[in-house]
């Protein structure tokens, strides 16, 4: 998993709101043009989207956690923010 190591506890997070649609301050927005950048975020018009590389990302983070199956299906791709 030394991949999943280039992506920071904030990223993450950032990562989790999108897959939940949760809105972010305007602070976050540059860090989510570097999300874009690294291929887990892309942006719709004015929402942003997790790529399959963002869902997978936070499923293996989720599943690390051990967080349960219920809540790892909350980053699914069709969640909008």
Known sequence: MEREA???????AILRDISQSVA???D????????IADGYVMKDGDL???TAKGVT?????ASALGVDDAE??????ERLI
């Not at 280039?6 to 993450?12: A, K, N, S, T, V």
């Not at 790892?72 to 791709?77: D, E, I, L, V």
């Open 72 to 77: 790892r299906a909350k980053a699914s791709p």
């Open 24 to 26: 972010f301050a305007d």
């Open 6 to 12: 280039m992506i920071r506890d904030e990223q993450l």
């Open 57 to 61: 990302a936070v499923e293996e983070h």
């Open 28 to 35: 976050r927005q540059g860090k989510v043009g570097q999300l």
């Open 48 to 50: 942003f989207e997790l």
